[in-house]
């Protein structure tokens, strides 16, 4: 059995880059996987750790160095032994799932709230439409009348205007 940590740098928070990876152990039936976002300094670093088979995690190895989400813009991955204990990568898909589920979640919640300013903000819309329906009601009665007045002037001019020069 071999270990290893994998330190990823760069813009890798936020990209899908542990379920890439998680991914990828599975794919290789490595049985020991944990993978960590951490900001070290204010920058993104994503640590990984493989326990398995030796081939199968050289296979990981190079697969975590020269493969990584679209939205990531890795700086560079760095290598080393690892001499410690690795959870089961079924332990790590566990807690990541709830940990993927308490994002959702709470994102969930932010849209409620934007969701009721919204809906206060169509209210305001609706009143402003309901007053201009009133002012556009009274604006067509008058033009009505409008329209009464020039027929029933037009209807006093004569047939026939002669013009002479």
């Known amino acids: 059995m071999k270990a290893k940590e994998i330190v990823i740098k760069g813009k890798v928070h936020d990209v899908g880059y542990r379920f890439l990876l998680l991914s990828e152990a599975e794919r290789w039936l490595i049985e020991k996987f944990d993978a960590r976002n951490v900001l070290v300094k ?27 989400p679209p939205e990531a813009s890795v700086e560079s991955v760095g290598v080393k032994d690892y001499k410690d204990e690795v959870r089961s990568i079924d332990a790590f898909r566990q807690s990541f799932m709830v940990f993927q589920l308490t994002k959702m979640a709470q994102a969930g919640v932010g849209m409620l709230g934007k969701q009721d300013a919204m809906l206060e903000k169509q209210d305001k819309t609706i009143e402003i439409l309901e007053s201009v329906k009133g002012d556009t009601s009274r604006m067509l009665e008058k033009q009505d009348e409008t329209i009464k007045n020039i027929s029933f002037k037009k209807k006093s001019l004569p047939k026939k205007i002669v013009l002479y020069l």
């Open 42 to 68: 204010g920058e993104q670093h994503l640590i990984v750790l493989v326990e398995g088979v030796e081939e199968k995690i050289s296979r990981f190895v190079v697969f975590a160095e020269s493969s990584y």
